[in-house]
Each structure stands twice: as C-alpha cells, then as structure tokens.
C-alpha cells in the first residue's frame, strides 16, 4: 500500500469542510492544491495550519496577520538567541581552531546551537507548524531573497 502525498492528506482534511473555518492540516502546512469547489487555490498556514483560500497574491503563507506576527515573532527571537553561538562556532571551526579556551567555546557553542534548533524543530512539529525548511522552500519558490 502506498503512503499518502502531503498533498492527498491536505485535500481529504478540506473535503466537505468549509473554508470559513480551520482546517487543521498539520505539519509542513504550506502546500497549497486546487480548492474543493474547484475554483482558486487553497494552502494550509504556515503557522497554524487552518486552511485559507489564496485570492490576490499567490505569494500569502498565512492565514491572517496574526499568524505572519506570532510566526515573524517567534524566529526574531530565535534568530538573536542562535546567533552569536553560531557565530562562534563559525570562528572556530566547531571548535577545531584557535586558542585552547576559544576551542572549547567553539565546541560548547556548536552544541548548544545543534540542542536549540532541534528543540525548536520539536516545538514547531508538536505545534502544527511547518517546518523551517518547508517555508523557508516555499518562500524561496515565490521569489524571497536575502537583502
């Protein structure tokens, strides 16, 4: 028997249900299928995973603007915390370069760094939410850039 795609799973969860409401659609929500009635395109927030219909901009991850923010939120504050020990890791290689004590933050930082991004990996897949890399393939395909 096979596995049902993402997006099999994403229109048996919107079959019959209608789009006023949320549909919880799970992890890596992003995708997006023709909807139900057959007109327009439907596609699962990134944040909360409730199904939402796409009308002008083909390029919306979220539901509404309270999503995009907690979302927005949650990686600004992700972002500070990850960032200097990323960046120490970086210096020293994962602690492979440098002076005895810079080493040994290098190795400290490079683990803290792996613990913290797979606690939030854990979050966000308890949550419901799609995963970084799942937005982040998303995001890209509808032209995001870094500045």
């Known amino acids: 028997m096979r596995a049902a795609s993402d997006e099999q799973l994403?229109?048996?969860?919107?079959?019959g249900a209608p789009l006023a409401a949320p549909v919880a659609i799970g992890p890596g929500a992003g995708?997006?299928?023709r909807a139900p009635d057959g007109h327009g395109r439907v596609r699962g927030c990134c944040e909360c995973g409730a199904?939402?219909?796409i009308r002008h901009g083909a390029g919306r991850l979220f539901c509404q603007k309270a999503?995009?923010?907690a979302w927005e939120?949650?990686?600004t504050v992700r972002g500070r915390q990850l960032m200097l020990l990323v960046m120490a890791a970086r210096e020293t290689r994962d602690g492979t370069r440098g002076k005895p004590a810079a080493k040994a933050a290098g190795r400290r930082a490079a683990?803290?760094?792996r613990d913290a991004m797979q606690q939030w990996r854990d979050?966000?897949?308890a949550a419901g939410r799609a995963s970084a890399a799942d937005y982040f393939g998303l995001a890209w395909a509808m032209g995001y850039r870094q500045r």
């Open 10 to 15: 994403f229109m048996e969860a919107l079959r």
């Open 31 to 33: 995708i997006s299928a």
């Open 123 to 125: 979050e966000d897949a």
């Open 51 to 53: 199904a939402f219909r």
């Open 73 to 75: 939120n949650r990686y």
């Open 67 to 69: 999503c995009k923010v």
């Open 111 to 113: 683990q803290l760094a």
